[in-house]
């Protein structure tokens, strides 16, 4: 299902930004659209709270349905 893999990359996207704050103490996201208060970044941060939010589904489906 196409909504699967874009929350997954979503969700990609947040955990190397997690790691790059934890490791770094950089936040990729917030550099590259402007800062965190920047309208761009907050909506970055949404998708990838929503994304996440998301892939909980996947955690209760079946397995059959997952693989087609």
């Not at 907050?42 to 955690?59: D, E, H, K, P």
């Amino acid at each position: 299902m196409i909504m699967d893999r874009i929350a997954l990359i979503l969700v990609i996207i947040g955990a190397v930004n997690w790691g790059s704050i934890g490791l770094f103490q950089f936040d990729l996201v917030s550099w590259a659209f402007g800062g965190q208060d920047a309208l761009v970044s907050r909506i970055v941060y949404t998708l990838v709270a929503l994304a996440g939010l998301w892939c909980i589904s996947l955690l209760f489906r079946e397995r059959d349905m997952i693989e087609e």
